[in-house]
């Protein structure tokens, strides 16, 4: 019962553990030959081939935004304002002008006695440059 709880047993068993358990922080991509470049593909979509873009966002609003030359999109949950605008100008061949990005909160929804949440999400408002439109988005 002594060899149970002896301090060599517990410094074997350390020695042990580290040698098998190699520990991983922060997985890497290596973009090009240059190894000095390093992205964490969590971060960068647009650099792992996804689309930041999720789609459009329908809605009654979305809707009378489109007179005023804006347009709403669903987009991932890291999406950021420069990488939306260089997406949209590349899907849809536009100049964009501004983009303003919103996150929405889950809404809690019940089915009788059961309740549960719906998720949110992230949107954005892109405002093009005059003279350009986004066709798809208005029909």
Same mark, same amino acid.
């Given at each position: 019962m002594s060899a149970l709880f002896s301090k060599k047993n517990?410094?074997?068993?350390?020695?042990?553990?580290?040698?098998?358990?190699?520990?991983?922080?922060g997985k890497t991509e290596q973009i090009g030959t240059d190894s000095s470049q390093t992205v964490n593909p969590k971060y960068?979509?647009?650099?792992?081939?996804?689309?930041?873009?999720?789609?459009?966002?329908?809605?009654? !609003?979305?809707?009378?935004?489109?007179g005023f030359n804006q347009y709403l999109f669903k987009v991932s949950?890291?999406?950021?304002?420069?990488?939306?605008? !260089?997406?949209?100008?590349?899907?849809?061949?536009? !100049?964009v002008e501004s983009v303003k990005i919103m996150n929405t909160k889950r809404k809690i929804r019940s089915v009788g006695r059961?309740?549960?949440?719906?998720?949110?999400?992230? !949107?954005?408002v892109i405002v093009l440059k005059k003279g350009y439109t986004i066709e798809q988005a208005k029909a």
């Open positions: 517990k410094i074997k068993n350390e020695k042990r553990s580290s040698e098998k358990d190699e520990v991983v922080v960068y979509d647009h650099l792992s081939g996804e689309s930041a873009i999720t789609g459009f966002y329908v809605s009654e !609003k979305a809707g009378l935004l489109n949950g890291n999406a950021n304002k420069g990488q939306l605008s !260089k997406e949209i100008e590349k899907m849809f061949d536009v !100049k059961h309740s549960g949440f719906k998720p949110g999400f992230k !949107k954005a």
